[in-house]
């Protein structure tokens, strides 16, 4: 939320989010805790530290406030990068070094090369240029071109990939290698930022809902607050390559959320991208959109412990971005 905060707010409703998230800040780690900062709290997700990074850096542009960068850089060499010393990969949690994963690994990267491209920072070059390739070298399904979740090392120090395919990993590399394309026009980069994308879009690909006939019609079959993430990396990509499909794509994700997991009872939006999970009505009105028959299947992620609708923070900050993304690359249409 801090993050979409930064792009679209006023700074000084801008620094009233960053101080809230200054809350989970742990001092002695440089990092921030999944729970708000606590004597002993040792629960601290290298992924969250990375995307608090992204926030930071976005709240330094917005304001031009140097302490926001400074904790960003702080976050990055004191906590993420010792953790990617062995081969490039960065695990999840700081519990567990036997791990690496691409929701961690993409967004540092990332967030390396943001600052890279603000201040000449050859630590920080090094460390994403040898994340990015280790996630492609590692991760990436040679057969469909697409980033797998992650690894866990063996006991005999062989990975086990979970193959699962999540939007937000590969967007994390196509942002990754259009930034570094960027930093030092070597046209390899963007030859791998381009190949992902196009991956990426290919509707008969696992990334889509492909219960929708008509293939120009499918939707991703993701969370706000995954795809929002793959979106920024079409928009960065979209500044050197296939410009005008990457356009369509944005668009098309951002009208997507507005006709199906708008609620104009409260002006808020449901966190998914399936309007069959959500309700009766939505159900219905995807149907006769596609021409299909779907039932109703109930997820509890968009439900409260009692079962009923309700709204997250994130998925509305995931929507959020996703429109900002639609109306930055091209501001003519009205979402």
Not at 64 to 92: M, Y
Not at 273 to 286: A, D
Not at 307 to 319: D, V
Request: proline share 4%; glycine share 6%.
């Amino acid at each position: 939320m801090a993050h979409a905060a930064a792009e679209c707010l006023p700074p000084d409703e801008l620094e009233m989010s960053i101080a809230c998230l200054q809350a989970y800040w742990n001092p002695g780690r440089h990092g921030f805790c999944a729970w708000k900062m606590f004597p002993g709290n040792e629960d601290i997700y290298y992924d969250d530290n990375a995307h608090a990074v992204q926030c930071l850096i976005s709240a330094f542009q917005a304001t031009g406030n140097h302490r926001h960068v400074e904790q960003a850089k702080s976050t990055l060499v004191n906590l993420i990068l010792p953790s990617a010393q062995k081969d490039g990969g960065v695990p999840w949690h700081t519990n567990n070094q036997n791990c690496r994963n691409a929701c961690s690994t993409g967004p540092s990267a990332v967030a390396a090369l943001r600052i890279c491209a603000l201040e000449h920072n050859q630590q920080l070059f090094a460390f994403a240029q040898r994340a990015l390739r280790w996630l492609v070298e590692t991760l990436r399904d040679p057969e469909d071109g697409l980033i797998w979740d992650s690894l866990v090392y063996r006991e005999d120090g062989t990975p086990d990939i979970n193959k699962m395919k999540w939007t937000y990993n590969t967007g994390f590399a196509i942002h990754g290698f259009t930034l570094l394309y960027d930093l030092t026009k070597d046209s390899e980069n963007l030859r791998i930022a381009t190949q992902l994308a196009e991956a990426a879009m290919n509707c008969e690909g696992p990334l889509f809902d492909r219960s929708i006939p008509n293939p120009g019609d499918r939707m991703y079959s993701d969370g706000s607050f995954f795809l929002h993430h793959l979106m920024d990396g079409y928009f960065a990509l979209s500044k050197y390559a296939i410009r005008e499909q990457l356009i369509v794509e944005l668009h098309k994700v951002a009208q997507f959320g507005r006709d199906f997991m708008f609620d104009s009872t409260d002006g808020l939006y449901f966190r998914g991208s399936c309007p069959c999970t959500i309700s009766e009505k939505t159900t219905r009105k995807f149907n006769s959109r596609f021409n299909m028959d779907r039932n109703l299947e109930k997820n509890g992620q968009e439900r409260d412990e009692h079962g009923n609708l309700c709204k997250t923070m994130i998925g509305n900050a995931g929507w959020a971005r996703i429109f900002f993304l639609a109306d930055r690359i091209t501001p003519s249409v009205g979402i």
